[in-house]
C-alpha cells in the first residue's frame, strides 16, 4: 500500500506564502516524478509543478516565477513552496507520485487527498 499525506495548506492573505509537503510512504521501491496539481471550485483538476528524480522542474504558466517545487528522495517527500500568493491559486492541492512498488511491478500513479489552500483577505 502507498500512502501520500499532504500538510501546510490554510487560509493566507493575498502577497503571502505557504509551503506544502507530501510525504510518500509505504510499500515502494522507487519514485520517478513526483507532482502538484490542484482544483478549483467548479474547475477541473490542472498541473502546478512536477519535479523528476533529477530534479528537472516544469511549472503551469500561471504560477511561474512564485512557486518552486522540490523533493528529497531519501524520505520521498516533495514540497512546494507557494509565493506571492493571489485569490486565484485558492484551490484544494493534491499530491501525485509516479512511482514502482516492487523491482518488477508496473509503475503507477498514486494520489494523496488534498490540503486546502485559501488566498483571501
Known amino acids: 500500500q502507498v500512502q501520500l499525506v499532504e500538510s501546510g495548506g490554510g487560509l493566507v492573505q493575498p502577497g503571502g506564502s505557504l509551503r506544502l509537503s507530501c510525504a510518500a510512504s509505504?510499500?515502494?521501491?522507487?519514485?520517478?516524478?513526483m507532482s502538484w496539481y490542484r482544483q478549483a471550485p467548479g474547475k477541473q483538476r490542472e498541473l502546478v509543478a512536477v519535479?523528476?528524480?533529477?530534479?528537472?522542474?516544469n511549472y503551469a504558466d500561471s504560477v511561474k516565477g512564485r512557486f518552486t517545487i522540490s523533493r528529497d528522495n531519501a524520505k520521498n517527500t516533495a514540497y512546494l513552496q507557494m509565493n506571492s500568493l493571489k485569490p486565484e491559486d485558492t484551490a484544494v492541492y493534491y499530491c501525485?507520485?509516479?512511482?514502482?512498488?516492487?523491482?518488477?511491478?508496473?509503475?503507477?500513479?498514486?494520489w494523496g487527498k488534498g490540503t486546502l489552500v485559501t488566498v483571501s483577505s
Open positions: 509505504g510499500s515502494i521501491f522507487w519514485v520517478n516524478t
Open positions: 501525485n507520485i509516479n512511482a514502482q512498488k516492487f523491482v518488477a511491478s508496473a509503475i503507477m500513479d498514486y
Open positions: 519535479i523528476n528524480r533529477g530534479g528537472s522542474t
